[in-house]
């Protein structure tokens, strides 16, 4: 059965810091080189935090870009949900420390954990309380500081991230507008393919967790795309015939930006052009839950995105997760 929320995206922004770490500098740090990442991943440069900076300070800068841009006042925020991997500390939440400097006095927020998913499952998540009718304006935040968990002498995982993040506002919607459907799911025998070992409560901080490298990104790559690749068509596809729908009635796809390959071996599955799926991975890399929403930002901002347009965001993983929303652009 289609899962209609009645919530609605009214407003979208991104921050990706100043910093650019191009393919040239990671030749500088790492075996590699710049024509060995673009075929391989399509990516050409990435941005990367300054020292002091975290997930925390992206988040609330997106935020209050979009605050700005909808004429919102951090008092109306009833709710505020932060998906993000890479929390500036165990807790508080990233969202308290959003919330305080926004000065959303009357919001409540939490974190969720579902990896590069994590926006897809933040935004319904958040919609569930707008579209309840309890909520008039529910903020949803994507952050992650990637740079803070990479081993920058793997070749394998460096190249691939960037840090970035992206803010949207969610509020009741009427008929005909916003999230028509979503689905999710996990596949939790695919953890082993893509996680970082240490830091919990299984393996917590010590001399020899950090001397084991276990504080950063281990990724079974060729698992990976394969799964990614499989599971994006394969939800695309469900979310579209359940609610009737075809790839032809789609004005854009948002894909998580993991691999340019991943992406185009998607779209063959689909047979769908390139006109209608959103690609800017070649400028931020993957940023992980900031992917979704930096990939609406551009989307709008090239023109792309109208109201009234069926929209689709779709997502892969660690965990594996899995993340699709179909939505109607309210704007």
Request: aromatic share 6%; net charge negative; charged share 25%.
């Given at each position: 059965m289609p899962h209609r929320i009645p919530a609605k995206i009214t407003g979208v922004a991104g921050y990706v810091p100043p910093k650019v770490l191009t393919n040239a500098d990671l030749e500088k740090?790492?075996?590699?080189?710049?024509?060995?990442?673009?075929?391989?991943?399509?990516i050409r440069e990435r941005h990367?935090?300054?020292?002091?900076?975290?997930?925390s300070h992206m988040a609330t800068e997106a935020a209050k870009l979009l605050l700005a841009q909808t004429r919102t006042n951090p008092s109306e925020i009833d709710l505020i949900v932060v998906a993000s991997v890479?929390?500036?500390?165990?807790?508080?939440?990233?969202?308290?420390?959003?919330?305080?400097?926004?000065?959303?006095?009357?919001?409540?927020g939490f974190d969720l954990s579902a990896a590069c998913s994590g926006f897809a499952y933040a935004l319904t998540v958040g919609a569930q309380f707008a579209g309840a009718g309890t909520h008039k304006k529910v903020l949803?935040?994507?952050?992650?500081?990637?740079?803070?968990?990479?081993?920058?002498?793997?070749?394998?995982t460096c190249v691939l991230f960037g840090d970035g993040a992206g803010a949207?506002?969610?509020?009741?919607?009427?008929?005909?507008?916003?999230?028509?459907?979503?689905?999710?799911?996990?596949?939790g025998s695919g953890g082993q393919h893509l996680y970082m070992p240490g830091g919990g409560s299984l393996?917590?901080?010590?001399?020899?967790?950090?001397?084991?490298?276990?504080?950063?990104?281990?990724?079974?790559?060729?698992?990976?795309?394969?799964?990614a690749v499989r599971r994006m068509a394969e939800l695309s596809?469900?979310?579209?015939?359940?609610?009737?729908l075809s790839i032809r009635d789609l004005a854009l796809i948002v894909p998580h930006q993991a691999n340019l390959r991943?992406?185009?071996?998607?779209?063959e599955r689909l047979g769908v052009d390139d006109s209608k799926v959103l690609v800017n991975i070649e400028r931020y890399a993957n940023t992980t839950a900031g992917t979704l929403p930096l990939g609406l930002c551009d989307a709008l901002a090239q023109g792309r995105l109208k109201k009234g347009d069926l929209v689709l965001l779709i997502a892969v993983g660690a965990g594996f997760t899995t993340g699709g929303v179909l939505l109607r652009w309210a704007y």
């Open positions: 740090m790492v075996d590699t080189n710049d024509e060995w990442i673009r075929t391989r991943t399509g990367i935090v300054e020292n002091g900076m975290a997930s890479t929390p500036d500390m165990f807790f508080p939440a990233t969202a308290c420390l959003v919330q305080d400097r926004l000065g959303a006095k009357r919001a409540w949803v935040i994507g952050s992650d500081t990637m740079s803070s968990i990479l081993d920058y002498k793997d070749r394998g949207v506002l969610l509020e009741p919607a009427g008929e005909g507008e916003g999230i028509i459907d979503f689905h999710h799911d996990v596949d393996n917590p901080s010590s001399l020899e967790t950090v001397q084991k490298n276990m504080h950063v990104v281990h990724q079974d790559g060729p698992n990976v795309f394969k799964y596809c469900h979310l579209l015939e359940r609610n009737g991943i992406i185009r071996a998607m779209q």
